[in-house]
């Protein structure tokens, strides 16, 4: 007779399953699957649209939640670079042979079980499962709420290509809507191997302050652009636009441009065209004194200790005047989620100085944040942005979804 098993049992068993496949098999599994997304275009937009018309327009998730036959023609591309990259299991890390004739050898391994909660992102499922798939992970997703029926049928979607192959559909499990779910994911010790979470500062706090499963704690972004004394107007005109408005709800979107009281004049150059898209400014003292006038008054608050230290995931960016680059990576260091942070400089003692006291995952020089991700680092895609320095920091790739063992080979030695 045979007894049903729990989510926790099936995901431990399919991971044990996925030791056994080939590379090749897998690459196979996701060509099928980036085929399949776009096939099925009609059926996930259908669910995406309930989700979308129970969401406020003016949410700043709304954009996050949106899915469109673009978008899932880019899922699917991204799911075809995913095969495209090399195993990142298997690699000999590390070798050695003892005194005694023992052979020692490092591998990269699976994790096992994955688990991901996540806010109103339904691109994330088909992100997750073909970077989970590509490592050898099994995955468990609980997504958020307000992205529930376009999640269940993506996972649908991703659960009859394995079938087709042949393979466990338990290499990816959908949790429950609620926050039972989550709480039985975050205590799941013994069957879930690890949790990254993804979304705000909110979600990862959580996850972290009551996960009994280790925690790889990602997404929250607080970063920073400083305009240094010696920063190019235009480099800065770009790298601030682009960083603040590319895609507003991400977490590599610029919240706070420091600048040094010097250039306090090009203030109302640096921010003319954060006015095509409404940006709301929060500027201290001096720069409010700066842009009054210059800049629209509707758009032009004064900021307060507020201002510094949100992720805003909006058209808001906060401002602070600063005496020198010291003050700056002070005040960097008192409000960064060390997540992304900018010079725009071309002093190079100042960009060396910044580099090297800057305490965040990323630390970029004359490049907008907004490149922080593993597609753009050459990585094919990621599972997150890590913000801890345990494991992973910054974009995490294959390579980051894999943990190691040892393999020792002998002839019989015994320890004395």
Known sequence: ???????????????????????????????????????????????????????????????????????????????????????????????????????????????????????????????????????????????GTDAHNSNSAIVKVIQSVLVKFG??????????????????????????????????????????DNSKVPVIETGAGICHTYFDEFGDVGKGIKIIFNAKTRRVSVCNSLDCLVIHEKRLADLPSLCEKLVEKNVIIYADVKAFTFLNGKYPNHLLQKATEKSYGTEFLDYKMAVKTVES???????????????????????????????????????????????TDGAQFGLGAEIGISTQKLHARGPMGLEELCSYKWIIKGDGQVRV
């Open 1 to 143: 007779m045979n007894q049903t098993i729990s989510w926790k049992q099936s995901a431990v068993l399919a991971s044990r399953s996925l030791n056994l496949v080939s590379d090749e098999t897998i690459n196979q599994v996701l060509l099928a699957l980036a085929d399949e997304a776009i096939a099925q275009t009609e059926v996930i937009l259908i669910e995406n649209t309930k989700d979308l018309t129970a969401m406020d327009k003016t949410n700043p998730m709304h954009d996050r939640l949106l899915l469109n036959k673009e978008r899932i023609e880019g899922i699917a591309a991204d799911i075809r670079n995913v095969a495209s990259l090399p195993s990142p299991l298997g690699k000999l890390l590390m070798e050695t042979k003892r005194p005694n004739g023992m052979l020692i050898s490092k591998i990269s391994v699976p994790f096992g079980v994955v688990g991901i909660i996540y806010e109103a992102r339904p691109n994330v499922s088909f992100d997750v499962f073909s970077l989970c798939l590509k490592s050898g992970n099994a995955c468990v997703l609980k997504g």
């Open 167 to 208: 393979l466990d559909k338990n290499i990816v499990t959908l949790l429950p809507a609620g926050r039972e779910a989550t709480a039985e994911l975050m205590s799941a010790v013994g069957f879930v191997d690890v949790i990254i979470p993804r979304g705000g500062k909110g979600l990862i706090d959580f996850v972290r």
């Open 325 to 371: 680059i010291e003050e700056a990576v002070d005040h960097i260091a008192k409000y960064s989620s060390k997540h992304s942070e900018c010079i725009v400089s071309e002093n190079k003692q100042h960009i060396s100085f910044f580099d090297k006291v800057v305490d965040a995952a990323c630390v970029y020089t004359n490049v907008s944040t907004a490149f």
